[in-house]
């Protein structure tokens, strides 16, 4: 079992829906990134969060550090937003910036 | 553009072939990576370089050598690779590696085919 776990892996949307993305984690951490990886490969940090909730625009992201869990929230979708999503962690033990990846969740939205 | 710079984008190469990816980050950072990313796999770390010096390799195999010549460049020198090395690289660069709760910037990516 991964120590980062996202679901769902694989998501279609109608342009204008709310989606939401969630990722588990099984470590202590100390930070939680939210990735974004366009099918160029490039890969954007869209949120670093330590606690409660972070928003940018259309996207909002939010982390219960008791339950090790976080979502990453798209309001209005734009088939812009269609990425790869990637949860990634920095475990408490790690030094210093080693990150734990996710499997990413594909996210297709359709006009 | 993240400031972080990769090239080449693209790169074929045979087996008994020699190549080198390089990153180039123009944000004044100290400390570089290199991360690996297989089909259907998550991110893996490869290589750390922080203030040009490696501090960590995770079991990289040996056909894959570093080099960090300074804090704004990092190459990746490749030597007899195998086809399952075949995967999108991803070079990113941070402010310290040490220094936890650094954002990491990403560059492009050099999509590597070993035919």
């Known amino acids: 079992k991964n120590e980062v776990e996202q679901s769902p892996q694989n998501l279609t949307a109608q342009e204008g829906e709310f989606i939401t993305i969630n990722c588990s984690y099984s470590?202590?951490?100390?930070?939680l990134h939210w990735l974004q990886q366009h099918p160029g490969g490039g890969i954007v940090s869209l949120f670093m969060l330590s606690s409660g909730k972070k928003k940018h625009g259309r996207l909002i992201a939010t982390i219960n550090i008791q339950e090790k869990h976080s979502s990453l929230h798209i309001t209005a979708s734009h088939p812009r937003d269609s990425a790869v999503y990637i949860c990634a962690v920095r475990a408490i033990k790690a030094a210093g910036n080693k990150l734990t990846f996710g499997g990413g969740t594909r996210v297709l939205v359709k006009p | 553009e993240t400031g972080v710079t990769q090239t080449p984008r693209h790169l074929v190469m045979g087996m008994t072939n020699k190549k080198s990816l390089k990153c180039e980050q123009h944000?004044?950072?100290?400390?570089m990576y290199w991360y690996k990313q297989s089909a259907k796999k998550p991110l893996e770390l490869m290589f750390v370089?922080?203030?040009?010096?490696?501090?960590e390799n995770n079991s990289v195999p040996s056909r894959f050598s570093p080099e960090c010549p300074n804090s704004s460049h990092l190459f990746l020198h490749l030597h007899t690779l195998q086809p399952e090395d075949s995967a999108l690289y991803l070079c990113a660069s941070s402010r310290a590696h040490r220094a936890a709760g650094n954002t990491i910037y990403f560059g492009e990516g050099s999509w590597l085919t070993v035919v």
């Open positions: 470590v202590g951490i100390s930070a």
């Open positions: 370089y922080n203030f040009k010096e490696q501090t």
């Open positions: 944000l004044g950072h100290n400390a």
